[in-house]
C-alpha cells in the first residue's frame, strides 16, 4: 500500500509538471503531446485507483513517453561529455554547473519513474499468474 502511494505522489508530481510544460509552451505541437501525455497519466491513475485490470499497463505505457525523452537526453549528455572531455567546450558559454544540475534533475526524475515501472510489472506478473 505503501508504494501504491508513492506511486500516486511521483504521479502526480509528473503530471504538474506536465501541465506546467502545456501552460508555458508556444508551440503548437509540444502543446498537443504534452497534453496527450497527460491525459494519458490522468486515465491511468484513475484506472489505477478503481483497481481495473488493465491498469498496470496504462501506467508503464504513461511512462514510456517520459521515460524515452529522459533516457535519449541523458545519452546525448553522455555523448557531449565523451565529444567534450568534459561538461564544457571551448565555443559553449554555458555553465559546467548548469550542465550537471539539468542532467540531476533529469536522473532524479527518471529513476523512481524506473523503480515503478519495476513494481508495476512484478505486479502485473504477480495477478496474471493468480488468474
Known sequence: MA?????????AAICALLLLVTIRSTSVFVTAATGAVLALWFV????????RR???WG???????I??????????????VLEHGGMDCPTCD???LAFLLGWATEVVILLPGLVFCWWLWRSMRRESAAT
Open 94 to 96: 554555458a555553465s559546467p
Open 67 to 80: 521515460a524515452a525523452v529522459l533516457i535519449s537526453q541523458s545519452i546525448k549528455r553522455i555523448a557531449f
Open 3 to 11: 508504494i501504491r502511494i508513492a506511486y500516486l505522489m511521483y504521479a
Open 44 to 51: 491511468s491513475l484513475v484506472v489505477l485507483f478503481f483497481r
Open 59 to 65: 501506467c508503464l505505457t504513461a511512462f514510456a513517453p
Open 54 to 56: 488493465w491498469a498496470y
